[in-house]
């Protein structure tokens, strides 16, 4: 089993990145998916999750209205489409997946993890 994220680079304030999390070995349709970040010196913190049984999305407050999460299922691959990137928003970024679609902002409670894509937003 295995969770890639990728999609991450250097923008500057303002711009767009779309962050792809793919898996082998398992079917994310099936789990609940988060997405998680993690800045220099601080901790982990949770963005975004998507809920497997009815499609439950939420997100941080530090990203409501700019981030969005969706999913190609064919591709077996979740999105996270990042707009109006501030340099706040600058970390390494994880996707994970938690096992009966478990819809949770807990790291603790996610079994698989991507390896992390870094985002840099310059001002």
């Known amino acids: 089993v295995q969770l890639q994220a990728s999609g991450g680079g250097l923008v500057q304030a303002g711009e767009s990145l779309r962050l792809s999390c793919s898996a082998s070995?398992?079917?994310?349709?099936?789990?609940?998916i988060g997405w998680f970040r993690q800045a220099p010196g601080k901790e982990r913190e949770w963005v975004s999750y998507?809920?497997?049984?009815?499609?439950?999305?939420d997100y941080a407050d530090s990203v409501m209205g700019r981030f969005t999460i969706s999913e190609d299922v064919a591709e077996n691959t979740v999105y996270l489409q990042m707009n109006s990137l501030k340099p706040e928003d600058t970390a390494i970024y994880y996707c994970?997946?938690?096992?009966?679609?478990?819809?949770?902002?807990?790291?603790?409670?996610?079994?698989?993890w991507g390896q992390g894509t870094l985002v840099t937003v310059s001002s």
């Open positions: 994970a997946a938690a096992p009966n679609g478990a819809i949770t902002t807990r790291p603790y409670q996610y079994t698989y």
């Open positions: 998507r809920g497997s049984r009815d499609g439950t999305r």
């Open positions: 070995g398992l079917t994310l349709e099936a789990f609940g």
